[in-house]
């Protein structure tokens, strides 16, 4: 059972307009939700987090939407950039209090030039 | 300033036998994670630990094994290695608070087993 869900494989972008890639969830405890970013041969990076008692958070050109009713979430990037081509991951995590995280498939977006 | 260090890169095994990937983190985390990636799919979470001396399993353990004696140590040790462990592995840590923290995660090794 996939707890957490990210159903467009790629995404192609041109430079300087938004990308967007979704994120669905199942587990309505989950309360804590990141973004990965993941260049080949590289270990995930870190991008941005969201809280359940928040429904939107900043930073820079990436904004994360949450919207708990429909158990969605969203990363924005504007303008995307050819730097931002990569694999996106979500994440999410809680309930239990073990902090454990469950990851979706990804999202390969490629910003093009 | 180091982070999670994961050795080796790279491994091949022969199917039935065993290695131990090794985990480091300098950052005094006491959280720490194994996962893999299949091709194509997201990260399984394989086994975690809170803190020196407590393991738990995750969403794919069968075939694997952790041992935390350390705050910075978590290796992961695998006994008989079959095809279906070819993946690349990912060790990550976090020191979550009163709320959670996000994952930092090693470079990762990549292990084909023939």
């Known amino acids: 059972d996939q707890q957490v869900k990210q159903n467009s494989p790629s995404l192609s972008v041109q430079e300087g307009r938004i990308s967007i890639l979704n994120c669905d969830y199942t587990?309505?405890?989950?309360?804590?939700f990141l973004w990965y970013k993941k260049y080949p041969a590289e270990g995930p990076t870190f991008l941005i987090s969201?809280?359940?008692?928040?429904d939107k958070n900043e930073d820079g050109r990436f904004t994360v939407f949450l919207n708990k009713s429909a158990k969605h979430l969203s990363l924005h990037i504007v303008p995307s950039q050819p730097g931002d081509s990569a694999v996106y991951f979500c994440?999410?995590?809680?309930?239990?209090?073990?902090?454990?995280?469950?990851f979706g498939t990804g999202t390969r977006l490629k910003v093009l030039a | 300033n180091a982070g999670v260090t994961q050795t080796p890169k790279f491994r091949i095994l022969k199917i039935g036998q065993s290695m131990t990937l090794q985990c480091t983190q300098d950052?005094?985390?006491?959280?720490m994670y194994w996962y893999r990636q299949d091709p194509g799919m997201g990260l399984k979470l394989i086994y975690y630990?809170?803190?020196?001396?407590?393991?738990d399993k995750g969403e794919v353990p069968n075939g694997y094994n952790v041992s935390r004696s350390t705050t910075e140590d978590f290796p992961l040790r695998l006994e008989l290695a079959a095809p279906s462990q070819t993946s690349v592995y990912f060790c990550?840590?976090?020191?979550?608070?009163?709320?959670?923290?996000?994952?930092?995660f090693g470079n990762g090794t990549r292990l084909t087993v023939t």
């Open positions: 950052m005094n985390h006491n959280y």
């Open positions: 994440a999410a995590s809680g309930g239990s209090g073990t902090y454990k995280y469950i």
């Open positions: 969201i809280s359940s008692i928040k």
């Open positions: 587990n309505s405890m989950f309360d804590y």
């Open positions: 630990s809170v803190g020196a001396g407590i393991t």
């Open positions: 990550a840590s976090s020191n979550p608070g009163l709320t959670a923290s996000p994952l930092h």
